[in-house]
Protein backbone atom coordinates (compact mmCIF):
# COMPACT_ATOMS: atom_id res chain seq x y z
CA UNK A 1 0.00 0.00 0.00
CA UNK A 2 1.58 3.44 -0.82
CA UNK A 3 1.06 5.91 1.50
CA UNK A 4 0.03 9.16 0.62
CA UNK A 5 2.00 12.41 1.24
CA UNK A 6 0.29 15.90 2.33
CA UNK A 7 0.55 18.63 4.25
CA UNK A 8 0.54 18.79 7.39
CA UNK A 9 -2.64 19.82 8.75
CA UNK A 10 -1.65 23.18 11.27
CA UNK A 11 -4.62 24.42 13.30
CA UNK A 12 -4.76 27.75 13.97
CA UNK A 13 -5.30 28.90 17.57
CA UNK A 14 -7.70 32.12 17.75
CA UNK A 15 -6.40 34.35 20.37
CA UNK A 16 -9.81 36.69 21.69
CA UNK A 17 -7.78 39.91 22.92
CA UNK A 18 -9.00 41.60 25.96
CA UNK A 19 -9.81 45.40 26.04
CA UNK A 20 -6.21 47.15 26.95
CA UNK A 21 -5.19 48.07 30.83
CA UNK A 22 -7.23 51.12 31.41
CA UNK A 23 -4.32 52.28 33.55
CA UNK A 24 -2.36 52.19 30.49
CA UNK A 25 -4.48 54.26 28.29
CA UNK A 26 -3.96 58.26 27.35
CA UNK A 27 -6.81 60.55 27.96
CA UNK A 28 -8.12 60.77 24.39
CA UNK A 29 -8.34 57.07 24.72
CA UNK A 30 -10.03 56.85 28.25
CA UNK A 31 -12.98 59.25 26.78
CA UNK A 32 -13.21 56.83 23.79
CA UNK A 33 -13.46 54.18 27.25
CA UNK A 34 -16.06 55.72 28.71
CA UNK A 35 -17.88 56.48 25.59
CA UNK A 36 -17.95 52.25 24.73
CA UNK A 37 -19.02 51.99 28.63
CA UNK A 38 -22.12 53.73 27.79
CA UNK A 39 -22.74 51.97 24.52
CA UNK A 40 -22.79 48.90 26.50
CA UNK A 41 -25.00 50.09 29.00
CA UNK A 42 -27.42 51.45 26.81
CA UNK A 43 -27.28 48.19 24.38
CA UNK A 44 -27.94 46.29 28.15
CA UNK A 45 -31.10 48.52 28.83
CA UNK A 46 -32.59 47.88 24.96
CA UNK A 47 -32.25 51.84 24.56
CA UNK A 48 -31.46 51.19 20.44
CA UNK A 49 -29.73 48.85 17.90
CA UNK A 50 -26.48 48.09 17.65
CA UNK A 51 -25.57 50.28 14.78
CA UNK A 52 -27.55 53.18 15.99
CA UNK A 53 -26.23 53.08 19.28
CA UNK A 54 -22.71 53.43 17.69
CA UNK A 55 -23.76 56.32 15.56
CA UNK A 56 -25.10 57.69 18.71
CA UNK A 57 -21.77 57.10 20.44
CA UNK A 58 -19.49 57.72 17.86
CA UNK A 59 -17.60 54.56 17.20
CA UNK A 60 -17.46 52.41 14.95
CA UNK A 61 -17.63 48.27 15.33
CA UNK A 62 -14.10 48.10 15.42
CA UNK A 63 -13.28 50.85 18.35
CA UNK A 64 -16.31 49.26 20.36
CA UNK A 65 -15.22 46.15 20.31
CA UNK A 66 -11.19 46.83 20.87
CA UNK A 67 -12.71 48.91 24.12
CA UNK A 68 -15.91 46.60 24.99
CA UNK A 69 -13.82 43.68 24.93
CA UNK A 70 -15.85 40.56 26.54
CA UNK A 71 -19.02 43.01 27.28
CA UNK A 72 -19.50 42.95 23.79
CA UNK A 73 -21.36 39.46 22.34
CA UNK A 74 -21.78 38.46 19.06
CA UNK A 75 -20.77 40.13 15.84
CA UNK A 76 -19.76 38.75 12.65
CA UNK A 77 -22.87 36.77 11.29
CA UNK A 78 -24.75 37.33 14.82
CA UNK A 79 -26.18 40.30 16.18
CA UNK A 80 -24.36 41.79 18.90
CA UNK A 81 -25.37 42.13 22.61
CA UNK A 82 -24.03 43.18 25.48
CA UNK A 83 -23.44 41.12 28.61
CA UNK A 84 -25.67 40.84 31.50
CA UNK A 85 -23.39 42.65 34.07
CA UNK A 86 -20.07 44.13 33.42
CA UNK A 87 -16.48 44.31 35.37
CA UNK A 88 -15.63 48.03 32.88
CA UNK A 89 -13.32 50.54 35.21
CA UNK A 90 -16.21 53.02 36.58
CA UNK A 91 -15.01 56.54 37.89
CA UNK A 92 -18.22 57.80 39.82
CA UNK A 93 -18.99 59.93 42.56
CA UNK A 94 -19.50 58.75 46.81
CA UNK A 95 -21.21 60.52 48.91
CA UNK A 96 -19.20 61.33 52.30
CA UNK A 97 -20.26 63.57 54.93
CA UNK A 98 -17.61 66.47 54.01
CA UNK A 99 -19.37 66.42 50.31
CA UNK A 100 -19.07 63.89 46.70
CA UNK A 101 -15.68 62.42 46.12
CA UNK A 102 -13.98 60.19 42.78
CA UNK A 103 -13.78 57.00 43.32
CA UNK A 104 -12.86 54.42 40.67
CA UNK A 105 -15.14 51.20 40.99
CA UNK A 106 -15.25 47.50 38.08
CA UNK A 107 -18.76 46.79 39.10
CA UNK A 108 -21.79 47.89 37.29
CA UNK A 109 -23.58 46.93 39.89
CA UNK A 110 -22.03 49.52 42.33
CA UNK A 111 -22.79 52.14 39.34
CA UNK A 112 -26.24 51.33 39.19
CA UNK A 113 -26.71 51.77 43.00
CA UNK A 114 -25.17 55.12 43.55
CA UNK A 115 -27.19 55.93 40.63
CA UNK A 116 -30.14 55.35 42.31
CA UNK A 117 -29.15 56.90 45.63
CA UNK A 118 -28.19 59.84 43.78
CA UNK A 119 -31.85 60.17 41.90
CA UNK A 120 -33.13 59.57 45.83
CA UNK A 121 -30.88 62.21 46.94
CA UNK A 122 -32.50 64.80 44.07
CA UNK A 123 -36.04 64.00 44.83
CA UNK A 124 -34.78 64.58 48.91
CA UNK A 125 -33.36 67.82 47.78
CA UNK A 126 -36.53 68.81 45.53
CA UNK A 127 -39.01 68.40 48.51
CA UNK A 128 -40.15 64.84 46.39
CA UNK A 129 -39.32 62.42 48.45
CA UNK A 130 -39.39 62.64 52.63
CA UNK A 131 -36.45 62.38 54.65
CA UNK A 132 -37.66 59.04 56.54
CA UNK A 133 -38.20 57.65 53.82
CA UNK A 134 -34.70 58.39 52.30
CA UNK A 135 -33.15 57.37 55.39
CA UNK A 136 -35.19 54.18 55.68
CA UNK A 137 -34.11 53.49 52.07
CA UNK A 138 -30.47 53.95 52.28
CA UNK A 139 -29.48 54.29 56.12
CA UNK A 140 -26.70 51.31 56.21
CA UNK A 141 -26.00 50.50 52.62
CA UNK A 142 -22.61 49.78 51.24
CA UNK A 143 -21.85 50.32 48.07
CA UNK A 144 -18.17 49.56 46.66
CA UNK A 145 -17.00 48.06 50.33
CA UNK A 146 -17.89 51.69 52.02
CA UNK A 147 -21.27 52.95 53.66
CA UNK A 148 -23.56 55.88 51.96
CA UNK A 149 -23.91 58.64 53.82
CA UNK A 150 -27.53 59.08 54.35
CA UNK A 151 -27.89 61.52 56.55
CA UNK A 152 -30.99 63.38 55.83
CA UNK A 153 -30.55 66.38 57.43
CA UNK A 154 -26.82 66.90 56.92
CA UNK A 155 -27.38 66.58 53.53
CA UNK A 156 -30.10 69.30 53.40
CA UNK A 157 -27.34 71.56 55.31
CA UNK A 158 -24.58 70.83 52.91
CA UNK A 159 -26.53 71.36 49.95
CA UNK A 160 -28.12 74.74 51.93
CA UNK A 161 -24.14 75.61 52.11
CA UNK A 162 -23.56 75.01 48.24
CA UNK A 163 -21.36 72.03 49.24
CA UNK A 164 -23.35 69.51 46.81
CA UNK A 165 -22.71 70.37 42.95
CA UNK A 166 -25.92 68.59 41.95
CA UNK A 167 -25.09 70.09 38.34
CA UNK A 168 -21.62 68.95 38.08
CA UNK A 169 -22.53 65.51 39.00
CA UNK A 170 -21.94 62.93 36.08
CA UNK A 171 -19.63 65.36 34.46
CA UNK A 172 -16.73 63.34 33.74
CA UNK A 173 -14.21 62.53 37.14
CA UNK A 174 -10.85 63.51 35.58
CA UNK A 175 -9.03 61.75 32.96
CA UNK A 176 -10.43 63.17 29.71
CA UNK A 177 -9.67 66.86 30.72
Same mark, same amino acid.
Do not use: Q
Given at each position: ??????????? !?????????????L??R?K??YE??????S?????????????????????????Y???? &???G??????????????????????????P !???????D????????H????????K?????????W????V???E???????????????? &????T?????GG??
Amino acid at each position: MASRRGRKSRS !IAVVKLHSPRYSSLTAREKAVYERTTNLVSDLRRGEGLYTELLRKHHLDSRTAHKYGGRD &LLGGGRRRVRASKADRRVRDLMFPMSFGDVP !IRTRSSRDATRLSEFFHDRDKLLHDKMSARDFEARWRGVRVAGRELFADASAILDMADAGE &LKVETLYASTGGAR
